[in-house]
């Protein structure tokens, strides 16, 4: 065994390794040669300009006239620094159980003292606002402090109605902060801090934003800074208040992740020259493509509700009886293609193609030829064709390019 571009277990693979889990996702060759430019002083004039530019152009991404801080952790930091700016101990806080990470965030809002109401889920459907709404408008004595929902839900392939949301609260005329985790949906999927009022937004690198795992993100409302004042639960490394007073200058607090600055400002210049708009509809076109091809193969995707389906990944279930590491397993040893697993009370019974970040029809039909072929050779149950019909979605839905009169000599 050794490790290379990808794990062999049998020599160095030829090819590329098809990184297909719903992230980290790929990284493109021109922020990878960003990244490799060499370290600079993190207190120079150098640096300074850097962080100007990544601070003021993250809030494009987010879509907000307000700060976001950048933290070097997983998402898993910023969904901690989201709740110990905000909260003190004992707080209520309104949860809702659409898949593993909600429940993740939910575990550990409780290790952190608060008291968390999980309104519960089938993990096939997203977050009920109606269901919110009911219960913002029981709470006649404000217990509750934020309402916390999880917009692309990583697990299973399901996305929420953040706008919906918002308007359940503002129905319910209830004061909570609204916390949103966008992981695995910002750069992928539209979403909107401001226009759907969104108090705190969490998001990490390793996904839409086409960058390795290593820094995560909160945007911030005024709402939610005015909260760090009563806030009482304890914070140090991150602490928004210290963050925003050096970002002010354009320099951090404590060493920031300089390299993975340095790509974070070649990823929003992507994203930005693409278009936002022209990069979500690029995600649902390749999401529709293998909702396609799955219902071509005769299986059954996990989400349930066809306004909630994913643009980013999708979930897969697997025929009673047949394992879904199996498939992947087989997948991996045979054509190099990492699918991604299931998590939590999916173990085994999904597996998850994840479709976000630096992706073009080309390498969603290498990721859907490998999955028909690992379906063969692990003898699951299926029908042939679902790469063929992904192509007919595709070259259905293909952007009109401005056509070439070609002459010959």
């Known amino acids: 065994m050794k490790l290379s571009h990808g794990l062999s277990l049998n020599g160095h693979p030829s090819g590329r390794h098809f990184l297909q889990i719903p992230g980290p996702t790929n990284v493109p060759d021109r922020i990878l040669r960003a990244m490799d430019y060499p370290t600079i002083d993190h207190r120079g004039p150098e640096f300074q300009q850097l962080g100007k530019s990544v601070l003021a152009g993250i809030r ?45 965030w939910k575990r550990m809002a409780e290790r952190l003292g608060l008291v968390v109401e999980f309104i519960p889920g089938d993990w096939r459907h997203g977050v009920d606002a109606a269901a919110i709404e009911a219960r913002l408008a029981a709470d006649r004595d404000r217990r509750f402090r934020a309402v ?36 695995s949906s910002l750069g992928s999927i539209d979403y909107r801090h401001d226009a759907w009022g969104v108090d705190v937004t969490v998001a990490g690198s390793q996904k839409g934003l086409m960058l390795p795992p290593g820094i995560s993100f909160n945007a911030i409302s005024a709402k939610a800074l005015g909260a ?15 963050m925003l007073a050096a970002n002010a200058n354009g320099f951090f607090p404590s060493t920031p992740a300089t390299n993975l600055l340095y790509g974070l400002h070649e990823a929003i210049a ?9 990069v979500f509809s690029r995600h649902q076109r390749h999401a529709e493509a293998t909702r396609t091809a799955v219902r071509g193969w005769g299986l059954e995707i ?21 394992s879904a590491d199996a498939l992947r397993r087989i997948a991996l040893e045979n054509f190099n293609l990492s699918l991604g697993q299931g998590l939590g009370k999916l173990a085994d019974r999904v597996f998850r193609i994840g479709h976000l970040g630096d992706f073009n029809d080309l390498t969603l039909l290498g ?43």
Not at 62 to 72: L, N
Not at 74 to 100: F, I, K, Q, R, Y
Not at 315 to 321: I, K, L
Request: charged share 20%.
């Open 60 to 104: 494009r991404i987010f879509q907000t006239e307000g700060p976001v801080i950048i933290f070097p952790a997983s998402g898993t930091g910023a969904w901690e620094a989201a709740l110990v700016n905000t909260l003190s101990p004992g707080d209520a806080v309104l949860m809702c159980e659409t898949g593993h990470f909600a429940t993740l």
């Open 148 to 183: 916390c929902v999880v917009h692309n839900e990583t697990s299973t392939g399901v996305t929420s109605r953040i706008d919906e949301v918002r308007h359940a609260i503002d129905r319910a005329g209830h004061p909570a902060l609204l916390m949103v985790d966008t992981i």
């Open 228 to 242: 760090t004042k009563q806030a009482r639960l304890p914070r140090s490394y991150w602490d928004w208040n210290e």
């Open 270 to 278: 992507m994203l930005l020259e693409e278009g936002l708009p022209n």
């Open 302 to 322: 996990l989400c349930r509700d066809p306004d909630g389906h994913s643009p980013a990944l999708t979930a897969v279930v697997m025929p009673d009886g047949h």
């Open 367 to 409: 990721t859907l030829g490998g999955v028909e072929m690992a379906l063969c050779l692990a003898d699951v149950p299926h029908r042939r064709g679902g790469v063929q019909a992904a192509m007919d979605s595709l070259a259905a839905s293909a952007p009109k390019a401005p056509r070439v009169e070609c002459r010959s000599a």
